[in-house]
């Protein structure tokens, strides 16, 4: 019990002092479940990242239940989701007893228009690390998240597609590839 309640802290606090959902969430997750619990390293985190992110639902709260759910099964993911999802629910509804009286004050719009840079300073943060973590330099990984990129950006395909497309690469094709740049690599005499 006292691990579930220990699960459902963290994921409290890091619901509690996180603003702007999922991928602003993910540095404060990749911090505590990496670096300060130690639950996971940042290879797991990554792959745990890149299933929770190809499922329907929230990142945040996918995550969460993930992550719980490995470190005590069930319980440790109904902990987990409940300590992420807990503030927002608290916090929704408060904002929504007061939120119509005050939306319009210059304050709170100040508010806002300062923590908007905030959080794409967070997103932009995640994607360095986590681009880190999936190195990006090695193995033409560059040219696959730049692919994907594109063909989210540029051509608007779905998120879905573009990730079954990149799990088909790294299924068929990946493999073939290091062994033919590590192959490269060693008729120069490069480490």
């Known amino acids: 019990m006292k691990r579930l309640l220990h699960i ?3 994921f409290f606090q890091i619901g509690l002092f996180t603003i702007g959902g999922g991928y602003a969430m993910l540095p ?3 911090r ?3 670096d300060v619990q130690g639950w996971m390293t940042d290879e797991e985190f990554l792959d745990a990242l890149s299933l929770t992110n190809s499922l329907p639902g929230p990142l945040a709260t996918n995550s969460a239940t993930f992550v719980g759910y490995r470190i005590a099964g069930v319980p440790g993911a109904v ?6 999802a807990a503030p927002s629910v608290i916090i929704i509804l408060i904002i929504a007893m007061v939120f119509q009286n005050i939306v ?3 304050l709170v719009q100040a508010v806002f228009n300062g923590v908007r840079p905030a959080v794409a300073a967070l997103i932009l943060y995640s994607l360095v690390k986590l681009g880190k973590s999936a190195r ?4 033409f990984n560059w040219l696959v ?6 063909a989210i950006a540029l051509f608007d395909l779905h998120p879905i597609l573009v990730v079954v497309c990149a799990a088909l690469y790294g299924l068929f ?7 033919a740049v590590d192959a490269g690599k060693a008729g120069k005499g490069e480490d």
């Not at 998240?145 to 594109?150: E, I, K, N, Q």
């Open 32 to 34: 505590q479940v990496v």
């Open 104 to 106: 319009e004050y210059p």
């Open 173 to 179: 094709v990946r493999n073939a590839v290091v062994r």
């Open 8 to 10: 459902f802290w963290v």
């Open 136 to 139: 990006i330099g090695a193995y």
């Open 145 to 150: 998240a730049l692919l994907s990129f594109g």
């Open 79 to 84: 902990s987990a989701i409940s300590g992420a």
């Open 28 to 30: 404060v997750i990749q």
